[in-house]
């Protein structure tokens, strides 16, 4: 494929192309039927390319080494999108961000001294050649297989990247990298700030626009978080001459963090209303390149994520963490379906005399349909401007009836074969076409018109398919109306429109919850109907109790006399941070002599972590905490007496959980992890002995003495039927402990820990699950409450775990 | 730390705003770098003086907000394009010349925002 470009937009083998993208993480959507559903998701909601960040620290665990096997192989994730027809934005770093551990940095990478990542010190530039090389070895490896899919037609350097001097060595020196080894396609970098950086070190400029980014924000009252958006053309044009408007990075959802106020609530704040207009403004703008972050939404399993967020990255995407397409998707479907209707890749601000509080309205002649487009957005507080407060009165006369944070794309002289429109605030949602007649499909609204320059008003307030046709030389346009509703369960496939269906596969195949009865639409043969009988699942599946197959107490390391000699030895007064250790695992074991004369103990650790001494608890702290965006590290000291240190020389276990590296946006991502001092009182040197991970299957064949981690083990069977879609999670409604992880058939999917807000659902990836599953469930904290160990397992053992449907679909061919 | 480049915060104030006050000194900030909020200033320097929070006060339309107006829970406006005045009262510090100004303010997003820049009066 040629990919060129010029002022207006991108063109792919000289053709003018609108690129609609959608971002998707293959690392936190695992294995290859993963991505085929989200990709072919995306591509039934209009989407034609997909945009995908290359997580080096995913690949990479060690020096020198890298595995796309398995999950891992981003060959096949390229090939899924490119069978489900889509374009590729690849963005291969060297560092992502994302919200990932370290951004995407492999761990290995931040220990080294003589590395510098990112050439930046705090703001500070400084250039590495060591880290140069390694990111070298990174493009070396991603790039060969990046190359060889001629759908990717972009490359991203870096990842909104800045600093002080804003020195261009290292960007030019990636994008150098990237042509060496065989880039072809137009290279961009996304710049945060949107004030033009790096414009003249890449071939394309572009920015990222989150303007709702604190939750506790209200964007509809705060409505000027839009005025960047409102003015982006500006900034395009005064940053690179030539080069489209292309938003890499436009909000789609926004991520929640512990202690946040849940996705819920992000759902709910942003609704609908804040894609639509955020996709909308950007069109009024002149932009012909847009990236929905995110697309899709993820899971972070594993140690994916980076220390800010849990578990879910649901991210409100319009296509959720579970793969259910969600309300926001919808609104993004029918600018999608609008944009492959007409084609908006060259038009021109034009003069549009209209001022009026609150009202954003921009008009844009389309060279390429000879007709204009007023886009208008109402972003008053509960100001529904209604016909009888007289609506939004309009230079030519019209009036458009808005609701309070809506907006619309209205056609002005459009011409049609049948017809002509003078003006429209009647949305259009679609158009088949062929050379002789066409049917636009209109969204009703009852308090909007349809304007035809011969006279003719079309009120909008239609049932679904009422239609209209008009003729004019030997040429038809039909009028179909859909509702809101049946436009949502309306489908755009290639040469005709399938109506009715939860959503369609590229194949034509539809898929549906629950007996349904399909109608099919094309210029050729109009109507057509098929009824899909869905027998087997049941509207609302109810949740479902686990029976508990097994309590053990799983903690050998902290018995008495445990064995860890063949752990790995820091020598008495050395490092016991995760990177002195050369140890990334969420979770750390350490183990110590220490003797009877110690008064105190004084430590910090990231984030969490537990002290026993000779097998017994002595203290259980949850030290993450974030103020102004940066870590507060805590330092805490535990007072010891003869009651605790009961023996001569007593043992000493520390276990360490930590959240995660920094994503290295606001903060280092080489911020230590694990037990980052360690200091006695009075003070001796201590000799540690470190080793990683909790891992389920220690403890099959021993259990522990003492309780204080525990796993649960339930096991369940699941029909994994072929051409069925579903979406399984467990529910830990009622779970009284404090901290979970949670494995599925040995891979971790979860963790739970009880603050102020709490992830209580957890996604059982489909990639994981088989047909006889095994969940094992690692509570770490023995209640408080509960005296005996006895009665600790006891009280799990009546835990209750549920296992939940989020959806089930049927595909029918 | 938030990483915005230094050259980009220095924007947003407004050169050859610095003024001499009776007892303290102001200038001036526009916001050039896109919408946001103010939920704070730690502190503001000029030269050698240090101006606690409760001696700044920053007005904006005519309105002045002062160290108990504004917290992370109440941060206040700053749009793309406005501008307004610290006002910072207590103690002398302009000095004829070049001055140097500090200002770490805070934002509900981006954390701690320190400006530097030098001024002349």
């Known amino acids: ?813 | 730390m938030v990483v915005v480049p230094e050259f980009l915060i220095k924007r947003i104030y407004q050169k050859g705003s610095l003024k001499k006050l009776d007892n303290g000194a102001s200038f001036n900030l526009k916001n050039v770098l896109g919408p946001g909020f103010i939920s704070g200033f730690n502190y503001v320097k000029i030269n050698d003086v240090t101006y606690e929070p409760k001696d700044v006060k920053f007005i904006m339309n005519g309105q002045e907000y002062t160290s108990g107006d504004v917290s992370e829970d109440h941060p206040i406006a700053f749009r793309l394009g406005q501008a307004g005045t610290i006002v910072v009262e207590g103690q002398q510090s302009v000095t004829e010349g070049v001055n140097k100004i500090v200002i770490e303010a805070l934002n509900p997003e981006a954390g701690v925002v320190k400006l530097s820049v030098e001024d002349n009066v």
């Open chain 1, 1 to 813: 494929m040629d990919i060129s470009f010029d002022k207006y937009s991108l063109m792919v083998d000289g053709k003018r192309v609108f690129i609609k993208s959608g971002a998707f993480h293959y690392f936190r959507t695992p294995g290859v039927k993963m991505a085929r559903d989200r990709f072919q998701k995306m591509k039934a909601g209009g989407y034609n390319t997909v945009d995908i960040y290359f997580n080096w620290n995913y690949h990479s665990a060690k020096p020198g080494e890298y595995d796309f096997t398995g999950i891992k192989d981003v060959r096949k994730v390229l090939e899924e999108a490119k069978k489900a027809g889509l374009f590729v934005i690849a963005r291969p770093g060297p560092f992502i961000n994302a919200e990932v551990n370290a951004g995407g940095l492999p761990f290995w990478l931040l220990k080294m001294e003589d590395v510098i990542p990112r050439n930046r010190v705090g703001t500070e530039y400084k250039y590495s050649p060591k880290y140069m090389e390694y990111v070298a070895e990174w493009y070396d490896q991603i790039i060969p297989i990046i190359k060889e899919f001629d759908n990717v037609i972009l490359f991203q350097i870096e990842n909104e990247y800045a600093t002080d001097s804003m020195d261009e060595g290292y960007m030019n020196e990636l994008y150098r990298m990237a042509r060496e080894r065989g880039i072809t396609c137009p290279i961009f970098h996304n710049d945060a700030y949107f004030a033009g950086l790096w414009a003249d070190c890449v071939d394309i400029y572009a920015l990222d626009l989150y303007p709702y980014i604190n939750p506790n924000q209200n964007w509809k009252q705060d409505n000027f978080c839009f005025d960047t958006l409102d003015n982006v053309e500006d900034i395009f044009r005064s940053a690179k001459e030539g080069s489209p408007p292309f938003i890499a990075e436009m909000q789609a959802g926004w991520f929640d963090k512990w202690d946040g106020s849940g996705y819920g609530h992000i759902r709910e704040a942003l609704g609908d209303e804040h894609i639509n207009i955020m996709t909308k403004t950007a069109l009024s703008q002149g932009v012909t390149l847009f990236n929905h972050y995110m697309a899709a939404g993820g899971t972070n399993w594993g140690d994916l994520a980076c220390d800010e967020v849990y578990t879910s990255y649901e991210f409100t995407a319009p296509i959720d963490e579970f793969g259910v397409i969600q309300s926001n998707f919808y609104k993004a479907k029918e600018i999608n379906y609008f944009l492959d209707s007409f084609d908006l890749t060259c038009t021109e601000p034009k003069d549009f005399d209209f001022c009026q509080e609150n009202i954003y309205a921009k008009m844009r002649h389309d060279n390429t349909n000879d007709c204009d487009w007023l886009f208008i957005r109402n972003m008053g507080i509960n100001q529904k401007i209604n016909e009888a407060e007289g609506g939004i009165t309009l230079p030519n006369g019209k009036t458009v009836v808005l609701k309070s944070c809506d907006m619309k794309i209205c056609p002005v002289n459009l011409k049609l074969y049948g017809c002509d429109i003078e003006f429209s605030d009647v949305e259009i949602f679609t158009r088949l076409k062929n050379e002789n007649e066409e049917a636009v499909f209109f969204i009703s609204d009852k308090n909007a018109n349809i304007y035809l320059s011969d006279g003719t008003v079309i009120k909008g307030d239609k049932m679904d398919f009422e239609n209209y046709t008009f003729e004019r030389d030997g040429k038809t346009t039909q009028f179909i109306f859909l509702t809101k509703h049946m436009a949502d369960r309306s489908w755009f496939l290639k040469d005709r429109m399938i109506f009715n269906a939860d959503y369609v596969l590229p194949n034509g195949a539809v898929a549906v919850e629950k007996n349904t009865e399909i109608a099919y639409f094309d210029l050729k043969y109009k109507f057509a109907k098929k009824n899909c009988i869905v027998n087997a699942y049941p509207n609302n599946p109810p949740l479902e109790q686990l029976e508990i197959s097994s309590v053990k107490f799983c903690s050998p390391e902290i018995d008495l006399d445990y064995d860890y000699s063949g752990w790995k030895k820091i020598e008495a007064g050395g490092k016991t941070d995760a990177f002195s250790c050369d140890i990334y695992d969420e979770f750390i074991w350490y183990k110590a002599k220490i003797p009877d004369y110690l008064t105190e103990i004084t430590l910090s650790a990231r984030h969490l972590f537990a002290v026993y001494v000779n097998g017994k608890e002595i203290i259980n702290r949850n030290s993450y905490k974030l103020e102004k965006l940066q870590e507060v590290p805590e330092t805490i000291s535990v007072p010891l007496n003869k009651t605790i240190l009961t023996r001569e020389t007593n043992e000493l276990t520390i276990l360490v959980q930590n959240l995660g590296f920094d994503k290295g946006f606001s903060g280092d991502t080489n911020s230590p992890r694990g037990l980052v001092l360690f200091e006695t009182t009075p003070q001796i040197p201590v000799e540690f002995y470190v080793c990683e991970k909790l891992a389920p299957e220690y403890t099959t064949k021993f259990e522990s003495d003492n309780p204080y981690l525990s796993k649960i083990t339930v096991n369940f069977d699941l029909n994994m039927s072929e051409n069925v879609f579903f979406a399984k999670y467990i529910s830990f409604e009622d779970f009284r402990c404090r901290r979970a992880t949670i494995y599925l058939n040995g891979v971790k999917i979860g963790r739970y820990i009880k603050r102020r807000h709490v992830q209580d659902k957890f996604y059982l990836i489909n990639e994981f699950l088989k047909p006889h599953n095994t969940l094992d469930i690692i509570v770490w904290e023995k209640d408080r409450n509960v005296k005996s160990a006895w009665g600790f397992k006891s009280d799990l053992k009546n835990v209750k775990i549920l296992l939940g449907t989020f959806k089930i679909c049927q595909l029918f061919k």
